[in-house]
C-alpha cells in the first residue's frame, strides 16, 4: 500500500535478505537494528520523488542505498559494487524491472550468485 510504512519496508527487507539483517531484539527499535548490520541496497526507481523518498526511508532504517533510473542501469550498477539487495520498479523506461530481473537471473546461472529483488509499483 501507498505510502508504504517504515517498519513495513524494514519487515520486507528483512525477510528478503534472511538472516543478513539483524532481528529488533525486546526494547529495540528496528531502525536500532538495522544499523547494527549495514547493507548495501540499490534502488531501481524512474520517478525522481519516488527515489528520493525510497531513498531516505532506507537511510533512516540505516541501509546504505544507490539509486538508479532504469534497468540497464541496474545491469551496469551491479557490475561496479556488490550488493545484497535491488528494490525494483517494475515500469521503467528502456529495461524495465522485469526484464532487467530476467537479465540478472541470467547472469546469477552463469556465475552461481543470487541478489534478492523486492517488485515495487
Not at 49 to 54: H, I, R
Amino acid at each position: 500500500m501507498k505510502p508504504v510504512k517504515r517498519g513495513e519496508l524494514y519487515a520486507a527487507i528483512a525477510q528478503a535478505l534472511g538472516s543478513q539483517v539483524t532481528p529488533a531484539r525486546p526494547g529495540q527499535t528496528a531502525i536500532a537494528a538495522a544499523s547494527v548490520t549495514r547493507r548495501r541496497i540499490l534502488i531501481a526507481e524512474d520517478n525522481m520523488a519516488n527515489q528520493q523518498v525510497a531513498l531516505r526511508m532506507l537511510q533512516k532504517l540505516g541501509f546504505q542505498a544507490d539509486v538508479v533510473g532504469n534497468g540497464a542501469e541496474v545491469l551496469r550498477a551491479l557490475g561496479t559494487l556488490p550488493y545484497d539487495l535491488i528494490l525494483m520498479d517494475v515500469a521503467m523506461p528502456d529495461v524495465d524491472g522485469l526484464e532487467a530481473t530476467v537479465m540478472i537471473r541470467e547472469r546469477e546461472k552463469a556465475d552461481g550468485s543470487h541478489i534478492p529483488i523486492l517488485a515495487l509499483t
